[in-house]
């Protein structure tokens, strides 16, 4: 069973489009929409809802204050800074705090708890292109990875159970821990960027976020056309970072009109250029695994 993930530094590059074009090219998948603030793939798919479940999750973590030894181990093994000691009190500094587990597995006393939600839901739906998970992080709640974790877990299980090919993951926008959740474990992390000033440095994280996890990456440029010279300079930065790119997609307006349709690219316009680039590069993906 393969398992691609797409993925985005940044929101608007055309990451949840291609994903739904991908869909339309593959015969046997399962799709994960790890956007849960804005399933946009569930709605570019006129996907139905089958069920829905409450999701128990860690959103964050707190610390007793009276069982707290005051060692420092939690501040210092805490890579988001979410740990503070004014007076010499350890809290946590929830608007910062990825629920990543590590200063609760640090704890030498066990003083540090975890803090449930049961707000947020995730949901099974059904697409023209297959099962489709997805969640909705409810006002208030922080997006930590850990709904997308749930979400992998039952589309892989339903993969296992139904002998599908192939998990579509249309990760989150942006970095961060949720779309470390997002890529974990992935066969392949597909990184899309479009031909902007900061488009090497979004590629740059992207491909060292997968590398931690040991994941495979390839590169697809989106809007290539607009900036020829940044496009340029992005394939020569996959050159010399050993980094396939898989395609390079011209901006396209039926894109947005497929989109307002609520249809795939290659639905939409299936002899149209941009549907032969994205099938050459579905395919290249398909190779590749």
Sequence with gaps: MKQISIIAAKGGVGKTAISAAFASFAKDLILVDCDTESSDLRVLLNAKTKETTIAETMQRVRIE????????????????????????????KEEHCQACNLCHKACPVSAIEYVQS?????????????????AQLALGEDLNGSLITILRE?????????????????????????????????????????????????????????????????????????????T?????????????VIG???????????????????????????TLLL?????QICDLN
């Design 65 to 92: 204050e009276d069982e707290c030894i005051r060692c420092g181990l939690c501040k210092a093994m805490c890579h988001f800074d979410a740990i503070i000691n004014p007076y010499g009190i350890y809290q946590i």
């Design 118 to 134: 049961e707000k947020n839901i995730w949901g099974l739906a059904e697409s023209r292109y297959g099962d489709l998970f997805y």
């Design 154 to 230: 039952r589309a892989r299980e339903l993969a296992q159970d139904k002998k599908t090919d192939m998990i579509l993951i249309d990760g989150p926008p942006a970095m961060g821990f949720a779309v470390a959740s997002a890529i974990a474990l992935s066969s392949l992390t597909v990184v899309v960027v479009e031909p902007v000033p900061s488009a090497i440095h979004d590629l740059h994280k992207s491909i060292q976020l997968a590398k931690r996890y040991d994941v495979p990456s390839v590169c697809l440029i989106n809007k290539s056309d607009l900036n020829i010279e940044m």
């Design 232 to 244: 340029n300079q992005l394939k020569e930065y996959c050159i010399v970072n050993d980094i396939t």
């Design 248 to 274: 390079e997609i011209p901006f396209d307006i039926q894109f947005m009109q497929a989109q307002l349709a609520s249809k795939t690219m290659p639905d939409y316009a299936p002899d149209s250029k941009s």
């Design 279 to 283: 099938k050459q590069s579905f395919n």
